[in-house]
């Protein structure tokens, strides 16, 4: 699903209102009725029993918050309209709100922290509505300040809280909390929803979605060229190759799993089992020597292999095997539970000169630290990274201005790679500056190991054909609903990594293949 940018939506709105002359008081009327609405779902009774407060800001999303207000009053619910702001700084729009609210008798109070009426009167309400800022805050809100004694005292409510367009105190383009924020249980998105609704902290204050047209035409929307989307189940579906009915092994991919040490034997046989559940044909796994044993009894499918080690992990020595089993593969994985040494990192650098897709993994990714030439040197082949937070900042990836989208992009971008930066809200970034954001997963999928299933559920849908994106970004997102369905079953208490992978088959049965 396509998102929209804080720019993107004040240029369209721009063009709605002066190149096909709508009124933008005509868009405010249409964006309060869908919070109007959200409200009224939320009531627990019929409105004529209920009250509600609105903490609405001098801009035009305190407008649309006091069209609303007065939308349910007309409904019979009892309203109090709360400015946080000042009348001086009111855009004409909201003032002409104000002047219709007026006209039904409700008067637009000014908000005072001290005012013990209105903290009472919100605490007493059935929902409140947050109207104060919209997309365009880029500002932090001062802990001091008017807005965040209104914002503290909504989240101190215990009542629901409908926020418009986006809550409070979210930046919309990386959903970072700017000082604090409104934690709304439900948000009414206009025309589109914003990366800040799906990633960061936006995600966990944003509460249920519900995007709402506000009357900008069907062909202007169309117009919006949008490099952050979500991933969602038809774009899994199709990073799913088609099986022939004649195939046989050799057509459904080769793997070449190479990592494990001496203490990480799961890892590597996590990746390759989880290569062999997604469709691969053949699965070749590299380890220690001194672990192979252990691999050949885990691994029923895949076929582990011995190659030269020291202290129990891989050593340089282990290159020329490796490459020649490479050389008849179609995809290498690189990094599950590698270890790390100079003389491991060396061959994880040797290896990565190779023409061959590379998906890189844990310490694979670590083996770059202070090495990132050896990437920069693989643009314009196929290198998936899949790194979590820590390993992302050892190879230069910059999380200081809390943007986990810019992050991303930037690094992709600037290596030539396609970045899957794991988290909460996953997102993959590509080469060409695009952003997939993940939908799905659960916090049951923060275990170790979990990592080392995606990286072999990437490199098994590369190896059967799909685009380096379709793998990427399709990979997550099937991880991810595997996670939830082993959570389904077993509470994300109790699932582990293994569970994942056995409800692979499940989640391909969801996809209708």
């Not at 807005?147 to 919309?172: F, K, Q, T, W």
């Not at 936006?202 to 009357?215: F, K, N």
């Not at 050389?327 to 491991?344: E, I, Q």
């Amino acid at each position: 699903m396509k998102l929209a940018t804080a720019a993107q939506m004040k240029e369209l709105d721009r063009q709605a209102i002066e190149e096909r002359g709508i009124p933008s008081i005509d868009l405010m009327e249409c964006a309060a009725a869908g919070v109007a609405q959200a409200a009224l779902e939320l009531l627990p009774m019929r409105p004529s029993k209920c009250r509600t407060a609105f903490f609405c800001g001098s801009g035009n999303n305190g407008g649309d918050g006091i069209a609303a207000a007065r939308m349910l009053f007309l409904k019979g619910v009892e309203v109090r309209v709360f400015l946080v702001g000042s009348y001086e700084k009111m855009t004409q729009d909201a003032l002409e709100e104000t002047r219709r609210l007026s006209e039904c008798g409700v008067k637009l109070e000014q908000y005072a922290p001290e005012d013990l009426s209105q903290s009472a009167w919100a605490r007493g309400s059935h929902v409140l509505i947050d109207a104060v800022f919209g997309v365009g805050l880029s500002r932090e809100i001062k802990a001091d300040s008017l807005y965040a004694a209104a914002i503290r005292l909504m989240n101190e409510c215990a009542v629901p809280v409908v926020a418009v367009d986006i809550a409070s105190g979210i930046d919309a383009d990386s959903g970072r909390v700017m000082g604090c924020a409104v934690k709304a249980d439900r948000t009414i998105a206009f025309t589109f929803e914003k990366p800040g609704h799906v990633v960061g902290e936006g995600v966990l204050y944003s509460g249920e979605v519900i995007v709402q047209e506000i009357g900008i035409p069907a062909d202007l929307q169309k117009t919006v060229v949008s490099q952050v989307q979500t991933v969602e189940a038809s774009f899994a579906r199709e990073a799913l190759p088609v099986r022939k009915a004649d195939g046989h092994k050799g057509t459904f991919g080769k793997v070449l799993v190479v990592g494990g040490s001496v203490g990480y034997t799961g890892a590597p046989y996590l990746t390759a089992e989880a290569a062999v559940r997604s469709g691969s044909g053949l699965v070749f796994l590299g380890v220690p020597e001194s672990i192979w044993q252990v691999e050949a009894v885990k691994c029923v499918s895949a076929m582990p292999f011995p190659l030269p080690d020291k202290n129990g992990m891989l050593s340089d020595k282990a290159l020329r095997e490796a490459e020649e089993k490479l050389r008849a593969c179609n995809v290498l994985a690189l990094g599950p539970g590698l270890g790390r040494s100079s003389r491991t990192e060396a061959l994880v650098r040797d290896l990565l000169r190779t023409e061959k897709p590379v998906v890189l993994d844990a310490d694979g990714i670590n083996a770059l630290e202070g090495h990132i030439d050896v990437l920069d040197a693989r643009r314009g082949r196929v290198t998936i990274l899949t790194p979590h937070d820590g390993e992302f900042a050892r190879i230069g990836g910059d999380l200081s201005h809390g943007d986990r989208i810019r992050a991303a992009r930037e690094f992709a971008v600037g290596h030539g790679c396609i970045l899957v930066l794991k988290g909460h809200r996953t997102v993959t970034a590509t080469p060409e500056g695009n952003v997939l954001v993940n939908t799905t997963g659960n916090s049951g999928l923060a275990k170790g190991g979990s990592g080392d299933v995606l990286t072999g559920l990437i490199a098994s849908l590369l190896a059967q054909g799909a685009t380096p994106v379709q793998a990427a970004a399709g990979g997550v997102w099937m991880h991810g609903r595997a996670g939830d369905l082993a959570a389904q079953r077993l509470t994300a208490y109790a699932m582990s990594p293994a569970d994942v992978i056995a409800s692979l088959p499940e989640l391909f049965r969801e996809l209708n293949v």
